[in-house]
């Protein structure tokens, strides 16, 4: 079909490459078919209240490089239950979706690119059923999603925490420490997996695998008996213990949203090894350091593909559909059979063969 005016916008929270997926639906979408494109600001906030930008080759110069979303992103706004505060500060929540079908109409969009996660492709689904033409756009640094190899942001928050564990390396030999790593990845152990393998971790312990304590304390009283009586563990955010509960802050900090947030457990870990070996134990949280700032080449080339083959996918009318990397293709995935999905680590998955095999604890079985 011949594009006129399309639509975007970035929805969850944020990751690193989202604006190099911004420049590439833009310059796409302008030079091989010379359609207009309208940002949506706010990710489905901009659709509800019909915030917008231009968005054109120009507006979308030199921000390849710059983490973050030049359109700006929220978790909270669900258009089919928009929750806000009312003047008591109650939440109230609110069915919206009809607001958001009028605005794409009054904005006589073709299509919308909706490029988020898990939650954020759910949403682009639902308006796809209800009659908008919808291409998806795999992002998230939890690298959670079925049906792509890899998410945008992924590789970047890897490297981020790689570099955290080659410098938590130097100063843990030095001071014959047990240094902890704790990352985000929420219910999947991706990051952890990935970066704890590129940063040589002795241990790493991810929510697919409830971790056994005795089985963590023996791993570190053995590099006590050899010569390098220190210890890297990597933890992700959503490890628990062996019957335990994952730790969380509770919803404080996102009432709005209702989300749990987690955190937690690589202090909680540190005080369950503190009791039990004589080093001092000590703890990182890097947070959202991960999400931010400059995207990886791999990242920035990712971003790119798939903004442009999400143009070409629209152009050819393939709608209702996610653009996803299956090495070394960018293909079409339906959204139906991915929406709303979380992809967590398979406890038997090659990367953690290759992690005992190369003598790291996962906090399972004999060392
Ligand atoms: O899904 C991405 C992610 O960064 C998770 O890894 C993490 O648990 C969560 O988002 C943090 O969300 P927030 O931006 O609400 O703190």
């Known amino acids: 079909m011949a594009l006129k005016r399309v639509g975007i916008l970035t929805g969850g929270g944020d990751c690193s490459g989202l604006n190099a997926v911004i420049r590439a639906v833009t310059r796409t979408a302008v030079i091989q078919y010379g359609a207009e494109v309208v940002g949506l600001e706010d990710g489905f906030d901009g659709l509800v209240f019909n915030r917008t930008m231009a968005l054109t080759t120009g507006s ?3 921000i390849l490089t710059l983490g973050g979303t030049i359109l700006g992103t929220t978790n909270k706004g669900n258009p089919f239950a928009y929750r806000e505060f009312d003047d008591k500060g109650e ?12 605005t794409f109409r009054s904005l006589e969009l073709d299509c919308l690119f909706v490029v988020g996660g898990e939650g954020t492709l759910e949403l682009g689904y639902k308006f796809q ?15 959670d999603l079925f049906g792509t190899d890899y998410t945008f942001g992924f590789q970047t928050a890897v490297q981020v925490a790689c570099d955290a564990m080659d410098r938590l390396h130097t100063t843990g ?7 902890i790593l704790e990352v985000m990845g929420r219910n999947a152990g991706w990051i952890a997996l990935e970066a ?3 940063g040589g971790a002795h241990i790493i312990l991810i929510p697919e695998i409830p971790y056994n304590l005795d089985n963590v304390v023996t791993k570190i009283r053995h590099r006590i008996r050899g010569k390098s009586p220190f210890s890297i563990i990597m933890v992700a955010e959503g490890a628990r213990e062996e019957g335990g509960e994952r730790i969380t802050q509770g919803t404080a900090g ?17 005080n369950q090894i503190r009791e039990r070996i004589p080093l001092e134990v000590r703890t990182t949280v890097l947070g959202h350091i991960q999400r931010g700032g400059s995207p ?6 990712l971003g790119t593909r798939l903004g442009a083959a999400a143009v070409d996918a629209a152009a050819r009318g393939d709608f209702g559909t996610m653009v996803a990397l299956k090495t070394p293709d960018i293909v079409l995935v339906p959204l139906s059979e991915l929406a709303g999905l979380c992809r967590t680590v398979p406890v038997d998955h090659q990367l953690l063969r290759a992690a005992e095999a190369t003598g790291v604890n996962l906090g399972r079985g004999a060392m």
């Open 173 to 179: 030999r030095s001071h014959d420490r047990v240094m």
């Open 296 to 301: 990886t080449a791999f990242d920035r080339v």
């Open 196 to 198: 704890g393998l590129a």
């Open 254 to 270: 996102t009432r709005l949203q209702g989300v749990e947030q987690l955190g937690g457990i690589g202090f909680h870990l540190a």
């Open 60 to 62: 979308t110069k030199d």
């Open 129 to 143: 059923q209800m009659g908008m033409p919808v291409v998806g756009i795999p992002k998230t640094i939890d690298n």
């Open 91 to 102: 939440i109230v929540v609110r069915d919206l979706s009809a607001q958001a079908m009028e």
